[in-house]
């Protein structure tokens, strides 16, 4: 199991949302390169970048800073929120971002997220964000009546090989993984599944790995690292023990 560090991007700042509210944030940094810069060095195999204006718009607005850390950093990034259309992504590949991650955009246009398979197959994976167990859209500000085990099914069978899943009420509360609505993802698909929100402590993610076998591939993490719970090298040296 991977452990993927979080930077959050507001105003061209790395900020921490509770529960996904744009009226409750934290600022950790105005220097988001130094920030990826810095999970770069504790060893992260991928990082999480989200653009939050992005999000809430449906316009890529950060992407001076996307731009000045895929160009900086050998670490592989992923990056979401905005994403509407094909431009969009090409745009991100073209800055040398590793892959995308959609959205709101997969529940009003499944014939958009088969073109993107059809076009860059792996590069392009899907954020399922539940508020108990229902899909919430643009940028958590709306919940659906959509159940997320039922979306995570049809993305699969649209041909999308890997689920982000993240866990809203949980998310920048150091409240603890939502263990069973991931057992619940785990059990609705066979594709790998990275879960979000809530992580607090090396047990919780150390309780997450054994789901590993179930199909957990990773865990993104950003509060606990901000507030300096533990460190990413703490939580990768953890995931690299054996049983």
């Not at 560090?5 to 529960?19: C, N």
Request: glycine share 10%; proline share 2%; net charge neutral.
């Amino acid at each position: 199991m991977i452990v993927v560090p979080a930077i959050d991007l507001k105003d061209e700042k790395v900020v921490r949302l509770l529960q996904g509210k744009f009226n409750e944030e934290t600022i950790y940094s105005h220097n988001p390169l130094e920030i990826a810069k810095q999970w770069q060095r504790q060893g992260a195999e991928l990082i999480h970048v989200v653009d939050l204006d992005g999000a809430q718009t449906g316009q890529l607005k950060n992407l001076k800073a996307i731009a000045e850390i895929a160009h900086s950093i050998k670490t592989p990034i992923e990056v979401g929120g905005g994403i509407r259309n094909e431009e969009d992504i090409a745009q991100l590949f073209a800055l040398g971002v590793a892959r995308v991650i959609l959205g709101t955009k997969v529940l009003e246009d499944e014939g958009f997220v088969k073109n993107c398979i059809d076009k860059w197959q792996e590069r392009v994976v899907v954020s399922i964000d539940s508020s108990l167990g229902k899909v919430a859209n643009h940028g958590w500000t709306s919940v659906t009546s959509i159940r997320a085990t039922d979306l995570a099914k049809k993305m699969e069978a649209l041909g999308i090989k890997e689920i982000i899943y993240t866990e809203i009420s949980r998310d920048g509360t150091l409240s603890g993984p939502n263990i069973t609505g991931i057992k619940s993802i785990l059990g609705s698909v066979k594709i790998p599944v990275i879960a979000s929100g809530g992580i607090s402590s090396l047990e919780d993610i150390k309780n997450l790995k054994y789901l590993e076998k179930d199909g957990l591939k990773g865990v993104i993490v950003g509060k606990a690292l901000y507030e300096g719970i533990f460190s990413l090298r703490e939580a990768i040296n953890l995931c690299l023990q054996k049983e």
